[in-house]
């Protein structure tokens, strides 16, 4: 159960400073509370990256991780759904389940949400404080 405040950051569409917003939330939060007291999450992506063992992950995560230091988030739990080149057609042929993308997400945010007092989330970006 989600028990602390959030927030949620929405746009209309892409490229219009969703990413731009949360670097300015997390940097000003950082302000206050101190360096690594921050956390972030982006709940779904599109360009990825891949990390550690393989893992592919959003590509802001990557910099949002290693500019403020998040070391309270692993990056399963920063970048839960990635949406590859193929994705649509393995969703419509019932290779991707819906449940266990939505599952993904809400167990990745109960993660940081438990290890921060508050948490600011979108669509595609979240920020946590701890």
């Given at each position: 159960?989600?028990?602390?405040?959030?927030?949620?950051?929405?746009?209309?569409?892409?490229h219009?400073?969703?990413?731009?917003?949360?670097?300015?939330?997390?940097?000003?939060?950082e302000n206050?509370l101190?360096?690594g007291?921050?956390?972030f999450?982006?709940?779904?992506?599109?360009k990825?990256?891949?990390?550690?063992?393989?893992?592919?992950?959003?590509?802001?995560?990557v910099l949002?991780?290693?500019?403020?230091?998040?070391?309270?988030?692993?990056?399963?739990?920063l970048?839960?759904?990635?949406?590859?080149?193929?994705y649509?057609?393995?969703?419509?042929d019932?290779?991707?389940?819906?449940?266990?993308?939505?599952t993904?997400?809400?167990?990745?945010?109960?993660?940081?949400?438990?290890?921060?007092?508050?948490t600011?989330?979108?669509?595609?970006?979240?920020?946590?404080?701890?």
């Amino acid at each position: 159960m989600i028990r602390n405040k959030a927030i949620f950051v929405a746009s209309t569409g892409q490229h219009i400073g969703k990413t731009t917003t949360c670097l300015a939330l997390v940097a000003g939060a950082e302000n206050v509370l101190g360096k690594g007291n921050v956390g972030f999450m982006k709940p779904v992506g599109q360009k990825h990256v891949v990390v550690g063992d393989g893992l592919k992950v959003d590509k802001d995560v990557v910099l949002f991780k290693h500019q403020f230091q998040l070391e309270k988030c692993s990056y399963k739990d920063l970048s839960p759904v990635v949406i590859p080149s193929g994705y649509t057609k393995d969703f419509l042929d019932g290779k991707i389940s819906e449940k266990e993308q939505i599952t993904a997400v809400k167990h990745a945010f109960q993660n940081i949400s438990d290890n921060h007092k508050f948490t600011g989330e979108d669509i595609n970006r979240c920020f946590a404080i701890t």
